[in-house]
Structure formats: C-alpha cells, structure tokens
C-alpha cells in the first residue's frame, strides 16, 4: 500500500486519477484529526503553511483581524475539486500548497519564482490569508474543524488586551464579540502562549454557541457558492480537457507509469516531487515550471533498475509499478540511423549500443558487426541513445510514442 505522505491535497487528487487504498487512509485520517482538534495540518504539516509563517515572522507585522471571505473561498474550493472530481487537477496545479511548494523548492523555474512572490506577498500583507481565503485544501479542512469536537474558545475572563489578535497568523479571533472563528483557525496556539489571563481555552465548548444572526442564510449562501462552484469546475473541466489533448501532445517522453498522456497531463500537478527523486536527473518541469513534468533523454538514461518516480508519485499521475513491470514498460522508441552509423560507414567495430541495452532489443549481425534493432523489444531507455560515438549526429536517437504500452501488449 503506497501513502502519499500526509499531504491532503495529492491524496484527494489520488483518489480521483489513480484510486489507491494508501490516499483513502490518508484522506481519512486527516479528517479524522482535524474534526478531533481542528486545523493541526495547517500548522504542522502544510510546507506552504510554515513557509508563510516564516515570511509573516520576518516582516514583523503584527496580526489584526480579517474578514470572513467565506463565499470567496467556497467558490474557489466548489470549482478546483468540481474540476479534480472530473478529471483535471488544474486547479490543483495552481493552488495545492504541496504543489506548489514543490515548485519553489524543486527547481528555479518562472512558475515556481510566481508562486513564491504571490504567497510571500500575501503573508507579509496579511500573514495566513492564502490558507484561510484561497487554499482549496484549507477550506474543505476549515469546513470538518467549524463544528469539531475541540475548539478554542475566549472565556469571560478576557480582559480585551487584543494580544491574541496581534499574534494570530488567520485574523480569526473578534475579542469584542468573544469569539473565534475555528473555522479559519490553524491551530497554532499563538493566542493561548500570549494570553495573561488564560482566557484563550481549548477543548469542548462548555456551552453551545449562540448563532449569530443570518446564520441560517450565511449557511444557505455558503452551500450555494459551494453548489455553483461545483458545477462550474465541472463545466469548465469537460470544456479544457480538449485543450488538455493539446498539450500532451507536445510533452516529450513522459515518466514510466504515465500512460495515456492526456490523463496524465490532466493529473499531473507538477508537484516535482519526482523530478527530485529521479537519480539520473532525466525528469523536467514543463517549461516555466507551470505543467506536467516529461522526460529528457539528453540528459541521461531512464535506469533501467529503477523505479522510484512512480513509487513517489502523490497524486496517482504516475501510476505505482513494481521494478518488474517498469521493465517492461515502453516510454518511448529507439530508431537507427544507418546512414550516420559507424558501422555502416566506416566498417569500423562498435557494438556499444547493443551492450548498453538492458533488454536484447539490438543485437550484432555475425557478418558485419553492425547494429539491428528489434523495435518490440525497445523500451525507449535511452541506454542506446546516449552511448553511441557517432558525431555531431547519433546513430541511436529515441522518440516519443503516442502512449505507454507493455511489452506484452504491443507483441501480443
């Protein structure tokens, strides 16, 4: 069973791209968690979180309270999982926390350079606001805390310092009301270190909340910017995923365990957790840094012992495969060249192609020495590609396929 982590975001999208039993427990227990003590991901778990906790820290700015953008953030989470729900992690792409981190930290691309500018900027303005009024993830987590069994709350021995407003990253705490909106609240316990009198408490509420006013429409209003959300993600999913056709087809070689590439650049996020895990250092953001990942065989081998980019893999893009059946998956395909061949044009021995492939697929003529190539035994590694002398122009070049297929179905 393969756990994408403890990240909520790959693991929803998992569910959708790639079902695994691992992203359904994760799924599970952080709602689990998070409706016993509320938003602990946020804090502790989320790298984006921590992040803008150190950009709020180093600005200096003291907390102040923020307005409630429910509808805002409902809409945004109604159309990013209407999307994933129908098969593009787009929204995921541009707004997943872990993706994104991924990003900032896994490569120095435009995208990954955007997104750290965007978030910075928001945490210096008004610290935790991404995770409170944009993060789709953050949103479906605010929803389980809101009535969880643990809640803060601001006990009548509050004596109105407003400590706890200027030390709270989310803006959630009113102190002239006495409240503190667990919804949005990440948990970070800020409030309950500061606080003098021990008025911030943390457990089940003593008594149950008094509904403010228009709770009801404010109910009502949530659930309709959640419903329209919903339907418009997937409006806007089934009107780009023919877009998203386009685009696969200008991807270069993709990671074993990709497939179809259509699916796969609707499900990849670009999280580049696997370009970061690759050993040979083949795997490449998309260009700018905002898109799927493909494979550049210029730059190395696909190894033929390993398989860790689809074993790391959160999000069900790439789909698991045991060493085994990674062998026998074909990425791409190997054409020769005979015209540049040395071989062929010298008569000079060479042989390395056919010692470098890991599967039989070239094989020496007894009479010449020279190279053939049994395309049905290819798997497209590249181990032929980049060992060949021929120069400027090599004998043994590898090129795309329209889709993965194992060796057994392309000969069966």
């Known amino acids: 069973m393969r756990l994408p982590g403890a990240q909520l975001g790959p693991a929803l999208a998992s569910c959708s791209a790639a079902f695994a039993w691992g992203s359904v427990l994760t799924v599970l227990t952080v709602a689990a968690v998070t409706f016993l003590l509320g938003r602990v991901y946020c804090a502790f778990f989320c790298p984006l979180g921590i992040l803008q906790d150190i950009v709020a820290a180093l600005s200096r700015r003291k907390g102040r309270p923020v307005p409630n953008a429910r509808v805002l953030r409902y809409l945004i989470a109604g159309v990013s999982f209407g999307m994933v729900a129908a098969g593009w992690a787009l929204p995921l792409l541009l707004l997943d926390p872990y993706s994104n981190f991924g990003r900032m930290a896994g490569s120095f691309t435009a995208g990954g350079m955007l997104a750290l500018a965007a978030v910075a900027a928001l945490a210096v303005w008004r610290k935790r606001i991404f995770c409170t009024s944009v993060c789709p993830v953050g949103t479906v987590l605010g929803l389980l805390a809101k009535r969880g069994v643990f809640r803060l709350t601001v006990a009548e021995t509050c004596v109105r310092c407003n400590r706890c407003v200027q030390v709270c990253p989310a803006g959630c705490i009113d102190t002239a009301s006495g409240r503190i909106d667990n919804e949005r609240c990440v948990r970070c316990m800020n409030c309950r270190a500061v606080c003098g009198v021990g008025a911030i408490r943390f457990g089940r509420p003593e008594r149950r909340p008094v509904r403010a006013a228009g709770g009801r429409r404010s109910f009502l209003t949530g659930a309709a910017a959640l419903a ?31 497939g179809d ?27 700018g840094g905002v ?34 059946a990674k062998r026998r998956t074909k990425i791409a395909e190997a054409k020769l060249n005979p015209r540049v061949c040395i071989v062929f044009q010298e008569g000079e021995p060479c042989g390395k192609c056919a010692a470098a492939c890991p599967t039989g697929a070239i094989t020496l003529r007894k009479s010449s020495g020279a190279p053939k190539l049994n395309a049905a035994l290819c798997i497209g590694c590249g181990a032929c590609q980049r060992v060949c002398p021929a120069s400027p122009e090599k004998a043994m070049t590898v090129h795309p396929i329209e889709r993965q297929v194992t060796l057994e179905s392309q000969n069966g």
């Open 261 to 287: 590439p259509e699916r796969f650049a609707a499900a990849c996020t670009g999280c580049q957790l696997c370009t970061a895990n690759c050993p040979a250092g083949i795997i490449v953001p998309a260009p």
């Open 228 to 258: 329209a959300g919903a339907a418009a993600g997937v409006a806007l999913a089934k009107a780009g995923l023919g877009r998203v056709a386009e685009c696969a087809r200008r991807l270069r070689v993709l990671p074993p365990g990709a």
């Open 291 to 324: 898109g799927p990942v493909s494979v550049d065989l210029s730059r190395g081998v696909c190894r033929y012992g390993c398989h860790r980019c689809s074993s790391v893999c959160p999000t069900g893009a790439l789909r698991p495969l045991t060493l085994e």
